[in-house]
């Protein structure tokens, strides 16, 4: 399979704990994006890389917040001392860069990692 | 900042009928991407039509097309024939035209039902 894919799919902790979930994007993508999804809303730009770099961070991602991607390939996305409101779907997505400033290429979105927080 | 809005939180639909779901966006850039996504349930995401801002015309791809009023600030989705495997949550979503981010800003879905 040549998709997007994350793991675990489903996680479930106790309030205070840290996860880490990670992210393999498609091989050849060399951007990679995290957003997140809440109950009832649309996904929420988190982050994205290019290749190892981190290039945009959103406000939402505070300081409990990390995320990796050492060379370039898989991402990790850590919480530490995760509160009830961490919980929701963590998607990755993945892309080529564009060609220029102004081009596009679509973005391929992985499952997801749903996240509970008791 | 970019924000996008679908006023229809549920649609329903039966099978070969059409249906039309709704987003309004807000911007102040003249140029950009609008996309409408599905998202099943339990499965990924899909792409299901992009629209450039600079093209008047509007997107078609099979049974979707889409309503695009830049002056109204207003893209629609049609979908046309409507079959059961259509049954998904449909996003809306913005992209700047420009800027390195290429970061997509979504609306909150319309969750979609088709009946027998």
């Known amino acids: 399979d040549t998709g997007v894919s994350q793991d675990p799919r489903h996680k479930i902790t106790k309030r205070g704990q840290n ?19 809440t109950l009832g809303q649309g996904p929420e730009f988190l982050t994205y890389f290019q290749n190892e770099a ?47 400033g102004s081009s596009y290429n679509e973005q391929f979105f992985g499952p997801g990692t749903r996240l509970t927080v008791l | 900042a970019q924000t996008v809005t679908q006023s229809q939180p549920e649609m329903s639909v039966q099978e070969a009928e059409t249906v039309t779901l709704s987003c309004t966006y807000d911007t102040s850039e003249s140029d950009y991407y609008l996309f409408w996504y599905k998202q ?22 099979n049974r979707f097309s ?4 830049k002056a109204a600030k207003s893209f629609s989705l049609k979908i046309s024939d ?3 495997g259509d049954a998904a949550m449909y996003f809306c979503a ?16 319309t969750r979609l039902q088709v009946t027998l």
């Open chain 2, 66 to 69: 889409v309503n695009f009023q």
């Open chain 2, 82 to 84: 409507s079959q059961l």
């Open chain 2, 94 to 109: 913005y992209r700047s035209y420009t800027g390195t981010a290429s970061k997509l800003t979504f609306g909150t879905g």
């Open chain 2, 40 to 61: 099943p349930p339990s499965r990924q995401m899909i792409l299901v039509i992009r629209q450039e801002a600079y093209k008047q015309q509007n997107a078609t791809e």
């Open chain 1, 19 to 37: 996860v880490t979930f990670r992210c393999d994007p498609i091989s050849e993508h060399n951007r990679l994006y995290w957003y997140r999804q």
């Open chain 1, 54 to 100: 981190q290039l945009e961070k959103s406000r939402l991602l505070s300081d409990r917040f990390s995320a990796e991607r050492p060379k370039g390939s898989f991402s990790t996305l850590e919480i530490q001392r995760t509160e009830q409101g961490d919980s929701a779907m963590y998607l990755c997505a993945s892309s080529f860069p564009p060609f220029d």
